[in-house]
């Protein structure tokens, strides 16, 4: 049994080890704040331990994770949505002074705006563009039909265009 | 209109910039699965004979459930996913002794959050409340453990005990169903007295 046990924390330090960093970088679009992205990814983990026996595929683990990071965040949104539709997403997530450097403005401008879409369309703004996930995966993922994802996924460019339309200097 | 290609250039641009300390954050997420499994074991001890982990599912069941699932699915995409779950179940959660700790441990990819709501009172409450309505379901516990789990009860039997609890009525209707950790004759009474 301890034996075990060890088996599974290594796996599950492997597993953090090649997986975190992708997935900070994922749940960073869905969560409020960087603190908060760190914190969704985690309880992903955390979660993952304590469900390693049941896992039936252990190299199908990211993608668990990635959908729990996804079902935490919305959970943690819905919560606040009506607080949020009251303030502006740069107050929400301020960038730190490194990340603004690091980050080119433009792409800043794109992100700050897939913040504002809507929850279904940033959930496929991300995995599609961002994950790299096929229209089939995502609508797995989403749980939601491939000609949703797609819907979705024009829709969230539309609203990006005129976001992005509508920040521009006059 | 903003190509697909800008929006993937800015995504990757963008994630580049988030520092990753990883390893201040494998060691605090160490800690916190030392946390969870210390807590999970001291409830286990604690426990003993009375109810170590009661995972509740809330079902709403009526026709009224149904229909209100219906209408979500329709008016809003936000909560397309309750069509997967079985007709009118609305939260399956997860108490340790009393909390709420967990909201989709037996349903992964479910989001069902605590909704800011801890004890099992303030659930019993908040479904009381509910506008919808319900009516006894006594299997729904089992289906929901098994479907969300994708183990049987029987396997479970040495570790669950499945309860269930009809609460409430025709007045203020609501069902929780518990599966603990007692011995097979809670079990059974439960049972008995269900039906």
Redesign the interface.
């Known amino acids: 049994m301890r034996e075990t046990s060890k088996a599974r924390d290594v796996a599950w330090e492997d597993l953090f080890e090649s997986a975190y960093e992708r997935l900070l970088r994922f749940a960073q679009f869905l969560a409020d704040d960087g603190s908060e992205a760190e914190e969704l990814v985690q309880e992903a983990f955390v979660r993952v331990y304590q469900r390693w026996e049941r896992l039936e595929d252990h190299s199908a683990a990211e993608g668990y994770l990635r959908v729990t990071v996804l079902n935490l965040a919305r959970g943690r949104v819905r919560r606040r949505i009506i607080a949020r539709r009251h303030r502006a997403v740069s107050d929400e997530y301020a960038p730190s002074a490194e990340r603004q450097v690091l980050a080119r403005e433009g792409d800043r401008a794109i992100v700050d705006a897939i913040r504002l879409l809507p929850r279904r369309q940033r959930e496929c703004v991300v995995l599609r563009y961002y994950t790299d996930l096929s229209v089939d995966e995502t609508a797995r993922t989403l749980e939601i039909s491939q000609g949703s994802v797609k819907a979705y996924t024009h829709r969230a460019l539309e609203t990006l265009s005129q976001i992005l339309k509508s920040e521009e200097p006059v | ?4 290609e ?17 390893g201040e ?2 060691a ?2 160490r800690q ?2 030392a946390g ?1 499994r210390r807590r999970n074991r001291s409830a286990s001890i604690a426990g003993g004979l009375t109810a170590v982990v009661i995972a509740a599912a809330i079902a709403v069941l009526v026709s009224g459930g149904r229909d209100r699932a219906h209408v979500e699915t329709k008016t809003d ?2 909560q ?2 309750t069509a ?1 779950m079985p007709a009118g179940i609305t939260d399956v959660v997860v108490f340790d002794e009393g909390r709420c700790i ?4 037996l349903a ?9 709501l801890h004890t099992t009172e303030e659930y019993a409450e908040f479904v009381s409340s509910s506008p919808t309505g319900t009516v006894v379901w006594l299997d729904a516990c089992r289906v929901l453990f098994e479907r969300y ?3 049987s009860i029987d396997q479970e039997s040495s570790r669950y005990d499945l309860v269930v609890a009809a609460e409430g009525s025709e007045a203020a209707p609501h069902v929780r169903c518990m599966i603990r950790s007692s011995g097979a004759q809670t079990r059974g009474s439960a049972r008995r007295s269900g039906q």
């Open positions: 209109m903003i190509t697909e800008r929006v993937r250039d800015a995504l990757h641009g963008y994630a580049e910039s988030v520092p990753p300390g990883r954050a494998l605090r997420t916190r699965v969870r995409p936000a397309q996913t997967t967990d909201d989709d441990t992964p990819g479910q989001p069902t959050p605590c909704n800011g789990s994708g183990r």
